[in-house]
């Protein structure tokens, strides 16, 4: 199963993925809402091969997901690998300039099953598809608006 989303917004690539790598303010974002995160690689520069297992509740019961940094391109690139429970999933970021202001942000994320239990899980979010993609859409959307909301351009005055 398959989500996308594509945003403009007026902020330069570059601070927008600045923010996206901020990988400290994600984890501190994350244990606020209960959501343990644990660095599992001893890189000390952000890139590939950085990885984390990330314990959560879904649907009641305790679940890990391990993830990995595949591709980091700055300013236009991040993509991640991970399985929990019997489903890998992969996400991509990707920024595009538009002008040295605007920036298109598209996002994607590709669920695949690798147990029958995974399977399950699938056959249940297809039935709600239209629901669950439109509410990727609005999150991605809000992340985009928020980025925008709090970029304060430097002035050359």
């Known amino acids: ?52 297992d990330v314990a959560f509740r879904f649907r009641g019961k305790p679940r890990t997901l391990s993830a990995q940094m595949v591709k980091f391109d700055s300013p236009h690139e991040i ?34 099953p690798e147990t029958l239990s995974a399977r399950l899980l699938l056959q249940s979010m297809r039935l709600a598809r239209t629901r669950l993609k439109a509410g990727y859409k609005d999150r991605t959307a809000h992340f985009a608006n928020t980025i925008e909301e709090n970029y304060r351009p430097v002035s050359s005055a």
């Open 1 to 52: 199963m398959k989500f996308s989303s594509r945003d403009d917004i007026n902020v330069p690539a570059n601070v927008i993925f600045e923010r996206i790598s901020d990988f400290d303010t994600w984890e501190r974002l994350a244990l606020r809402r209960g959501i343990r995160v644990q660095r599992t690689d001893s890189y000390e520069d952000i890139g590939p091969g950085m990885a984390w």
């Open 79 to 112: 993509g991640f690998a991970g399985s929990v429970g019997g489903l890998v999933m992969n996400y991509a970021v990707d920024l595009i300039a538009l002008s040295p202001r605007r920036t298109r942000i598209s996002t994607a994320l590709d669920l695949k």
